[in-house]
């Protein structure tokens, strides 16, 4: 293996934390602002990229590949984790919203992983974190959260995380399946993944369901979330009071104070 191999043990149920056991000199990558706890002699170091032998090596080499990050909107660093014990020692990772974690072992699919490039959370390292282009010019300018992903490579254990109930489905040779681009979290590198329009004015103008969708097609293996964290964010934002105090959600005669034109201080 070109990875380190490292054993695991999640944790919760909604808001979950994976606890990875490291062996002596072994070591861990994970996303800036992820980490929960971790034991002593767990040494922690930044670095450029993903120190995987994929990013290159020497200054330039190490630049581009820590750059590939910037187009998915993550930081040019991680960090690193490693035991610098004799003995067996831990360090947990939390996700950052309510949801799951999803433990990928690559080395049993084929070796790659694409994801949402906000979905990865750590890995073994070894495992190269980069981007994934779709190759067809509308799912660029129409894909929103799916067009430009993360593509997780090696034959280690990577984690990666989602919003609400997580739902695992295979895909035959040949069987579509249609998904909001929001609630896709990853699939196996063989499927065949583009954005189609949704037909019918009133679906889009009405549908409230926006006016692409990701369609999938197998053979291959994809991860689909129920509650996407921009939805999440979407409703927290519409339910926020304009200004100071209660909005009253519960209340009907607060909801008909509102279309009066009532100012409730």
């Not at 433990?103 to 750590?122: H, R, T, V």
């Not at 300018?141 to 034959?155: H, P, S, T, V, W």
């Not at 979407?234 to 304009?242: G, K, L, Q, Y």
């Not at 009253?248 to 009066?260: M, N, P, T, V």
Request: proline share 3%; net charge negative.
């Amino acid at each position: 293996m070109n990875n380190h191999e490292i054993d695991y043990k999640l944790h919760g149920d909604d808001m979950q934390f994976v606890e990875v056991e490291l062996d002596p000199q072994e070591t861990v990558i994970a996303e800036a602002g992820s980490l929960m706890m971790m034991d002593d002699q767990i040494q922690m170091e930044t670095i450029f990229g993903d120190g995987s032998e994929k990013q290159g090596s020497g200054i330039m080499g190490k630049l581009l590949g820590a750059g590939k990050r910037v187009i998915t909107g993550e930081s040019l660093f991680m960090t690193t984790f490693t035991n610098e014990g004799a003995v067996k020692k831990h360090v947990s990772f939390a996700s950052p919203y309510p949801g799951k974690i999803i433990p990928m072992d690559l080395s049993e699919i084929n070796g790659k992983l694409i994801c949402q490039k906000d979905a990865f959370l750590a890995a073994a390292k070894g495992v190269s974190v980069g981007i994934e282009f779709q190759r067809k010019i509308k799912t660029g300018f129409f894909g929103g959260e799916g067009f430009i992903m993360q593509k997780l490579e090696g034959d280690g254990m990577a984690f990666v995380h989602a919003g609400g109930t997580i739902h695992k489905k295979v895909l035959e040779a040949g069987e579509t399946l249609r998904v909001d681009t929001g609630c896709l979290v990853a699939m196996t590198g063989e499927i065949d993944y583009n954005i189609e329009y949704v037909g019918g004015v009133k679906t889009a103008l009405f549908g409230g369901e926006g006016l692409f969708f990701a369609t999938l097609r197998g053979p291959g293996t994809v991860w689909i979330q129920s509650l996407p964290f921009s939805r999440l964010a979407s409703r927290v934002f519409a339910a926020a009071p304009e200004r100071g105090g209660s909005k009253g959600e519960g209340s009907i005669a607060g909801g008909l104070f509102d279309i009066l034109g009532g100012d409730r201080k």
